[in-house]
């Protein structure tokens, strides 16, 4: 997959130093080395039995392929911030967790934009609860307006656009390094909704025509 970069607190150069460059450049592979072809398959894949169980956007399928690679190359999922059961549960939790980074992967909705840039500062500073991870920095991956548009979100997802908006009046809550990376939309073809019966909403895949043939 293509995708944007956003530099917060000098992630753009602390990223690339001997301690945080092996692990973010993993991360970055794995993003790259996603096809368009890979997403259409696992899109179409949960449909193959009962159409209607296609999701309704390519939200479902990039989380899965990320699950998948990242687990190969011993990312922890599901990492809890702290030890304390009080605090633990989705809210509490990291997606995915590599010293010294952690993770969120964010196709929800626009309201929690800034928990989502809380939990890797969480995760970075020391704190009064005793903490099951600790890392240095954290990467928010999430859609761009074009991927949002062009794979079937729904209109309340937040975008790449919407997080960089947060981050200067989040400033001084933000004490980590933040990358912000969001992915672009499939060169090769989009989403399209159609409506089942039920009030079903399912996404179908519709190539794009390259250039060439077009001519």
């Known amino acids: 997959m293509d995708y944007l970069e956003h530099s917060f607190r000098h992630a753009g150069s602390i990223f690339r130093n001997e301690e945080f460059g092996p692990i973010y450049n993993e991360l970055t592979d794995v993003i790259s080395d996603i096809s368009d072809q890979d997403i259409i398959q696992k899109h179409q ?3 193959e039995e009962t159409e209607s169980k ?43 967790a590599k010293y010294p980074l952690s993770l969120e992967v964010a196709f929800n909705h626009s309201t929690v934009i800034a928990w ?43 975008t790449y656009e919407k997080f960089i908006e947060h981050l200067d009046p989040l400033r001084n809550i933000l004490t980590v390094p933040l990358m912000i990376i969001g992915l672009q939309s499939p060169i090769t073809f989009e989403i399209e909704h159609h409506q089942l019966e039920k009030r079903k909403k399912i996404g179908r895949v519709r190539e794009i025509p390259t250039q060439y043939e077009i001519d």
């Open 116 to 158: 989502n840039l809380i939990k890797p500062v969480l995760a970075g500073e020391l704190n009064h609860v005793q903490k099951a991870v600790q890392t240095k920095g954290g990467v928010i991956i999430t859609c761009t307006q074009s991927l949002k548009d062009a794979g079937g979100f729904d209109s309340a997802v937040g």
């Open 54 to 96: 296609t999701p309704k956007s390519l939200s479902v399928a990039i989380n899965s392929l990320f699950k998948e690679r990242l687990r190969e190359v011993d990312w922890d999922e599901e990492s809890e911030i702290f030890q304390n059961p009080d605090y633990s549960g989705d809210r509490w939790r990291l997606d995915f």
């Open 45 to 47: 894949s949960y449909g």
